[in-house]
């Protein structure tokens, strides 16, 4: 059968990067393995303890009946709290006995093809540092906070779990078809700022990015802004994305199984065929083929986005 990843890829071992395939200049720091994996998680003493317990705070002023209730769920079920930034060991113990999880310290972004072969082992790299008092509000590098406060929750969902773990498994397929931006496109409207359908016109957000900051969790569920469109992996796959505003976009599911039979269980072998190398469509576009949940004004963007001082709500 024709799927997201290769089957008889053996995705125990770290895959070689084809020559003719672009990733990002990465210069990895000494002190790690081809793993990335930082040697032990950062003690963090009681000011940047104390920096995680008010952004956690932050985060429940808006989440409840804004962040997706398998995020609720995920966040009671495990270590994670106002008790400062969270043991990776103890964290990844009760993950493990949830969906077969961990969570592994690694110093910065790591390279695509590292990062893939962690997800397809359940492994989920995660920052060894936290943000300062200054840059509170908005951060370049994704840290601890966004890494395991934004994503963990999520894998303690069963079918979220396979989910990531073949989002890993289908980076060989794509580093083979050259089509890196293309997966990196389904991972930035799914995994970073996802929404889902929990009822009629009830919109709540399952992804890291929204799940993470305060303006993003109000302005993807409720503003009148950004368009909202049913996920659709053909059209995502070609649309382009902002990483550092708020998104014009956002795509939504209707559930974690609808996610899953979307991509696990489609043929991506042709879908790559198909695909340009570059995106085809920008990210406020609305197109032909689309099932519109809200047809977004784009005034946030129209005013200039971050930068000009618009408000985003
Ligand atoms: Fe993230």
Same mark, same amino acid.
């Given at each position: 059968m024709a799927t997201l990843a290769d089957q008889n890829q053996d995705f125990s071992v770290l895959p070689d990067l084809p020559a003719d395939v672009f990733t990002a200049p990465l210069r990895k720091p000494a002190h790690v393995g081809d793993d990335w994996i930082e040697p032990a998680q950062t003690q963090y003493d009681a000011a940047e303890d104390a920096i995680w317990n008010d952004l956690y705070e932050r985060q429940m002023d808006v989440l +409840?009946?804004?962040? =997706?209730s398998a995020f609720i769920a995920g966040l009671q079920k495990l +270590?994670?709290?106002?008790?400062?930034?969270?043991?990776f060991n103890e964290l990844s113990e009760e993950l493990g006995h949830l969906t077969g999880w961990s969570v592994v310290p690694v110093p910065?972004?790591?390279p695509d093809h590292v990062f893939f072969w962690h997800l397809a082992n359940r492994r989920f790299p995660a920052g060894n540092f936290i943000r300062t008092r200054e840059t509170f509000d908005y951060i370049q590098e994704p840290d601890v906070f966004h890494d395991v406060?934004?994503?963990? +929750?999520? *894998?303690?969902d069963p079918v979220y779990a396979d989910y990531m773990q073949e989002y890993g498994r289908a980076g060989w397929k794509a580093m083979r078809y050259n089509r890196l931006k293309a997966l990196g496109a389904l991972y930035w409207y799914t995994v970073e700022f996802g929404l889902i359908l929990e009822g009629p016109s009830d919109v709540r957000a399952y992804g890291a990015g929204i799940l993470s900051g305060p303006t993003e969790a109000v302005f993807s569920t409720e503003a009148k802004s950004p368009n909202r469109i049913m996920l659709n992996v053909d059209r995502v796959m070609r649309t382009d994305y902002v990483i550092?505003? *708020?998104?014009p976009t956002y795509f939504v599911i209707e559930s974690f199984e609808d996610l899953y039979h979307q991509t696990v269980e489609r043929d991506f072998d042709r879908l790559y065929r198909n *695909? +340009?190398? =570059?995106?085809?469509? =920008?990210?406020a576009a609305v197109i032909d083929v689309d099932d519109v949940l809200h047809r977004g004004t784009q005034e946030y963007l129209l005013r200039g986005g971050r930068g000009s001082g618009a408000k985003p709500i």
């Open positions: +409840p009946g804004r962040a =997706a +270590p994670l709290g106002q008790r400062g930034v969270p043991d910065m972004l790591i406060f934004g994503h963990v +929750p999520m *894998l303690a550092s505003d *708020l998104q *695909l +340009p190398p =570059a995106f085809t469509y =920008a990210n």
